[in-house]
C-alpha cells in the first residue's frame, strides 16, 4: 500500500465515521430512534475495500507495550456476554491470558464433560449438563475494606438467573447457584464491607438484580396481567452462596452499586412504567435509582417478616412503594431520574452514585448522604438526594472514576468518552454558571457499552487507565467476514486530556470488566494431590476395577507416559475414568481425549478428573494426551479395548 492509498483510505474511513455518528445522532433519543439508527450504521458503514486504521499512535506509543519478557501491570477480568465465559487479559498490553469457562461448555478444558465441572453446572437425569447456555454479563471481586481481596469472583448468568463463584487462586469456577422467582438477573456487585458485624472484614454479600418481571410464582397464573409482575432484588451469601433474601419491588432492576459504608445497596430502573411490551417502557419521562437500606432489610429478615414465594423458602420482604411510604421504617427509597437510566457507578470516595440517563443526554448525581438523610426521615423528597445532573452527550450508559474527582461516562450514541467532574456538577446544579463541568471528549471506535478505570470501583482508583468496552468495531480490524471482532480502546487517564493509546481486539462480546492491580492476585502454580478425593496418588493404584457392569479406571500421567499402557472392557460398561497428573511442574499440563466417545479433558499438574461413560462400541480406541507436553508428546497414548 502507497502513503496515497493509505491517505486515501483514511479520508473514507473519516466520511465513514461522521456519517456513522451523523445517522445515530440525528435520530434522536427515542428507543424507536435508537434502533434504527444501529441499523442505519449497517448499511453504509462499512467501506468496500479494506481499510486501513487511521493510526492514532504518537511519538510516545511505546511507552504502552509491553515488551517481550516483560509482565503486564494490571489483570483485567472480563465477562464474556453470551459466550457464557469469563476471560482475563493483562494490560496495558491487551494479551490474552485465560478464559475461564463457566456456564458454557469448554472441550479444552473439558468443562461440563469432567463429572467435577458437570457436578458444578448441575445435570439432567441422563446426566448431560442441566444448561449450556449462559450470558455472563457483569464480574467482580471480593471485597474486603473497599478493595480487592483477591479471594473470588462472581459473575452473572442473565439467561437462567444463576450466580457464580470464580477461585481466584486457580482462576476456575467452584460454584454455581440458581436464584429462585426471577429472570433477566443482570446487575451484579458485592458488598465492600459487612454492615451488620464490623468485625467481619470480608465481604459477605452478593446483590443480583433481576431485570424482566414475572408473575409469581411463575407457575401459569395472571400471564397476560402485566401489572401483576413483580421483580425481586436478591442477597447471596459469598461464603456460603445460599440466598440470604429477596425483596419484592416495583420496577425492575437493571445494573447494581454498592456503598462503601455497606450500608446501601443501589439499582438503576428503566421500566418504572412495568410495561411489558417495548414502547410502554418509554412511556415516562423519569424512571428511577433505587436504594435498598441493608440493615433493615436484615432486621425485618429476622424479625420474620416475610413471606415465601412459590416452592422456594428464600425469605422474601416487601420493598414496594406502597409498602414503604415511612421513611423512617423504609426498606428501599426510590429516587427520580430521567429517562430509562442504565449503569449505577460509585465514586470511589464512597460519595456519590452516578447514574447515566441513556435516553436523556443527563448523569444524576446522587449523593449517598443525602439518601440516608432520607432514611433517617430527614429529606422531604427523595428526588432532593440528587445533587447533579449535567448534560454530557447522547445515550450515555456507565461511568468510571478516576481519584482525582472526575468521571468518565461512555456515549453510547455519540461514540465518545466524556470526562466530567463531579464537583464542578454539583456546583453548576446549584446555578453556577462558571462551573466547569465536561473537561474532555475522546471518540471511541464504535459504540462504547460499558466502560471503567484501574482499581475504579475500589477505594483505590488509581486513575491511570480507561478501557471502553466497545460494541462495533466495524473497520478498525481485518475484516474477517460478517461477525467482526469488537474493540477494548485502552485510554490513558493520567493527564488533562484522555489519549487513546490501544484498540484491543476482542471475541464477542466483551460486556464488562475490572482493571485489578497485579499484585493483588495471587495465584498457585500447582494444585494440591489432597484437594482431590479421587486422586490416584500413585501408578501402582492403577487398574481396571469392576464391579457387575460398572467399572472404574484408574490411572495417572507423567510425561510423557500414562500409568497405564492399556485398560480392557466389554461392551455396555458403565465406566468411570479416574486420571491424575502426578507432574509436579509447573505448567505441565497432559489432556486426553477417547475418540468416539465425545470425552476430552486435561489435568494440570497435581490434578485429577474424571469422566463417566458407557463403553458401547466394541473395538480399539488410542486414547491420546491432546496438550503438547513433552518430545514425546505423540507417543503418550493408551489403549482403550472394549470387547463385543
Ligand atoms: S449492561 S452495556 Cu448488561 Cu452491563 Cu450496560
Ligand atoms: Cu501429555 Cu501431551
Ligand atoms: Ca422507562
Redesign the pocket.
Same mark, same amino acid.
Given at each position: 500500500m502507497t502513503q496515497d492509498d493509505i491517505k486515501k483510505s483514511d479520508t473514507q474511513l473519516d466520511h465513514g465515521r461522521r456519517k456513522f455518528l451523523n445517522t445515530t445522532a440525528l435520530v434522536g433519543l427515542s428507543g424507536v430512534g435508537l434502533s434504527v439508527g444501529l441499523s442505519g450504521c449497517n448499511k453504509e458503514s462499512v467501506p468496500s475495500a479494506a481499510p486501513t486504521a487511521k493510526a492514532e499512535a504518537s511519538a510516545e506509543f511505546g511507552k504502552y507495550e509491553v515488551p517481550p519478557g516483560q509482565l503486564d501491570e494490571y489483570y483485567s477480568f472480563s465477562s464474556g456476554g453470551h459466550s457464557g465465559e469469563v476471560r482475563i487479559y493483562g494490560l496495558p498490553s491487551g494479551r490474552e491470558l485465560k478464559r475461564i469457562p463457566v456456564f458454557n461448555m469448554d472441550a479444552l478444558v473439558g468443562w461440563g464433560i469432567t463429572n467435577e465441572s458437570k457436578a458444578i453446572l448441575g445435570t439432567k437425569p441422563n446426566g448431560t449438563p442441566k444448561y449450556v447456555t449462559g450470558d455472563t454479563h457483569h464480574v467482580h471481586q471480593s471485597y474486603s475494606d473497599g478493595t480487592y481481596d483477591g479471594k473470588y469472583m462472581f459473575v452473572n448468568d442473565k439467561i437462567h438467573s444463576r450466580l457464580a463463584r470464580i477461585r481466584m487462586d486457580t482462576m476456575e469456577c467452584e460454584k454455581i447457584i440458581d436464584i429462585p422467582n426471577i429472570q433477566g438477573f443482570h446487575g451484579t456487585f458485592p458488598d465492600k464491607r459487612d454492615p451488620v458485624d464490623p468485625s467481619i472484614n470480608h465481604t459477605t454479600r452478593v446483590f443480583c438484580g433481576a431485570e424482566f418481571s414475572l408473575p409469581l410464582p411463575n407457575d401459569g397464573h395472571d400471564l397476560e396481567d402485566g401489572s401483576k409482575y413483580k421483580s425481586l432484588f436478591t442477597c447471596v451469601d459469598s461464603n456460603t452462596m445460599d440466598v440470604r433474601w429477596q425483596v419484592l419491588i416495583d420496577g425492575n432492576c437493571d445494573l447494581v452499586a454498592t456503598s462503601y459504608d455497606g450500608k446501601l445497596a443501589a439499582t438503576n430502573q428503566y421500566n418504572t412504567e412495568m410495561g411489558v411490551h417495548y414502547e410502554d417502557m418509554m412511556a415516562k419521562e423519569m424512571d428511577a435509582c433505587l436504594f435498598f437500606n441493608v440493615a433493615r432489610i436484615e432486621e425485618a429478615v429476622k424479625a420474620g417478616k416475610v413471606r415465601t414465594i412459590g416452592s422456594s423458602k428464600v425469605p422474601v420482604v416487601d420493598g414496594t412503594k406502597a409498602a414503604n411510604q415511612d421513611p423512617k421504617t423504609a426498606l428501599t427509597c426510590y429516587v427520580p431520574i430521567p429517562k430509562n437510566p442504565h449503569g449505577v457507578n460509585i465514586s470511589p470516595d464512597g460519595k456519590y452514585y452516578a447514574c447515566a440517563g441513556k435516553l436523556s443526554p443527563t448523569a444524576s448525581v446522587i449523593e449517598h448522604a443525602q439518601v440516608l438523610k432520607w432514611f433517617d426521615g430527614a429529606l422531604a423528597n427523595s428526588r432532593d438526594a440528587v445533587v447533579a445532573e449535567p448534560e454530557i452527550g447522547l445515550g450515555p450508559l456507565h461511568t468510571g472514576f478516576d481519584n482525582k474527582g472526575n468521571a468518565y461516562t461512555t456515549l453510547f450514541l455519540d461514540s465518545q468518552i466524556v470526562k466530567w467532574n463531579v464537583e464542578a456538577a454539583i456546583k453548576a446544579f446549584k446555578g453556577d454558571k462558571n462551573a466547569k463541568v465536561v473537561l474532555d471528549r475522546i471518540d471511541v471506535h464504535y459504540q462504547p457499552g460499558h466502560g471503567f478505570t484501574s482499581m475504579g470501583e475500589t477505594r483505590e482508583s488509581d486513575g491511570r487507565y480507561f478501557v471502553s468496552d466497545n460494541k462495533f468495531s466495524k473497520d478498525r480490524f481485518l475484516p474477517v467476514g460478517p461477525l467482526h471482532a469488537e474493540t477494548a480502546q485502552l485510554i490513558d487517564i493520567s493527564g488533562d486530556k484522555m489519549k487513546l493509546v490501544a484498540d484491543h481486539s476482542v471475541y464477542s462480546e466483551p460486556h464488562d470488566s475490572i482493571i485489578v492491580r497485579r499484585d493483588i492476585i495471587k495465584t498457585r502454580q500447582i494444585y494440591n494431590l489432597d484437594d482431590f478425593p479421587l486422586a490416584v496418588k500413585d501408578p501402582k493404584e492403577s487398574g481396571v476395577f469392576r464391579n457387575g457392569k460398572k467399572v472404574t479406571v484408574k490411572l495417572t500421567?507423567q510425561?510423557?507416559a500414562f500409568s497405564l499402557r492399556e485398560f480392557k472392557l466389554k461392551k455396555g460398561d458403565e465406566v468411570t475414568l479416574i486420571l491424575t497428573n502426578l507432574d509436579k511442574v509447573e505448567d505441565l499440563t *497432559?489432556?486426553f481425549a477417547i475418540p468416539k466417545h465425545d470425552i476430552q479433558f486435561i489435568v494440570n499438574p497435581q490434578e485429577t478428573k474424571s469422566v463417566t461413560f458407557i463403553a458401547d462400541k466394541p473395538g480399539v480406541y488410542w486414547c491420546y494426551?491432546?496438550?503438547?507436553? *513433552?518430545a514425546l *508428546?505423540l507417543e503418550?497414548r493408551t489403549r482403550m479395548i472394549v470387547e463385543a
Open positions: 500421567s510425561a510423557p *497432559h489432556g494426551c491432546t496438550n503438547f507436553c *513433552h *508428546h503418550m
